[in-house]
């Protein structure tokens, strides 16, 4: 296994960089992708460079959270790596949490694995659990599969065995749309536990548009219950025939 640490970020100039900082001092390949960003982030960016070694993807006019994982994706295989664990650009997840990560990767190499966050913290906003668990609920209906946490950006994505990169959305709803077609595809599912950070609301840094980006997902969830339908069911079914049939006797 060959893993780089991607942090894809917008906007994020007051936490990306102590996020970097604690993400190198656990895991020698950090890639960053700016999304298009219109603060000073870029700028941090490159002084930081100066001091710290990583890899540093960017462009001008924002893609969203979909289009940045993209553009690392595509940069971390030109790289020959065969895995990629992002990790969110605005200090919520711990970067010293990656090891749990890695390690069930390096049990399960073609499996994707999920950090699980908790969601008792009293900081945590109430439109974040309610969003959350509605995903989880569409998820087991789309997948016939349960996790409990499904819009978590702290995972581990084996990039040969991951699925939905061709028609991927651009924002906040991609990275719901991968776990759903990766389990289409039959790649394995591995939830493993992981901290979490809220800052109280006054600290707090997200771009995240509640009445906007719960309709997309909305939209979304429509258009993937009607593929799952059509599409996710049957692959479903033929992955499990095959499956039998290749047991060993």
Known sequence: MRITLLIP???????????IRRATAVWENVMVVNDG?????????????????FELVSYTGNRGKGG?????????????????????????????????????GEQ???ALIVGSRSFEDKNMPGGNV?????????FTVQTLQSI????????LYPLAHIGGLSVLTSRYEAELELLV????????????????YYPSPEERVTHFRPTLDFLRITV??????????????????????IKLFHRPS
Request: hydrophobic share 40%; net charge neutral; charged share 20%.
């Open 9 to 19: 970020t917008y906007n994020n100039a007051t936490t990306v960089c102590e996020v």
């Open 220 to 241: 979304l969830n429509t258009v993937l219950c009607l593929l799952a339908i059509v599409y996710g069911g049957p692959r479903m079914l033929i992955n499990k025939i």
């Open 108 to 110: 399960n190499p073609e």
């Open 130 to 138: 309610f969003a959350n668990k509605f995903s989880n609920f569409w």
């Open 148 to 155: 409990p946490d499904t819009q978590t950006g702290f995972r």
């Open 181 to 196: 077609f990766s389990a289409w595809r039959g790649t394995k599912i591995i939830p493993v536990t992981v901290r979490v």
């Open 37 to 53: 960003s219109t603060d000073d982030t870029l700028t941090r960016l490159q002084a930081l460079r100066e001091e710290l070694t």
């Open 68 to 104: 940045a994982l993209k553009a690392g994706f595509r940069r971390a295989k030109e790289m020959g790596f065969t895995h990629v664990l992002t990790l969110d650009a605005d200090g919520q997840h711990y970067p010293e949490d990656a090891p749990r990560l890695i390690e069930a």
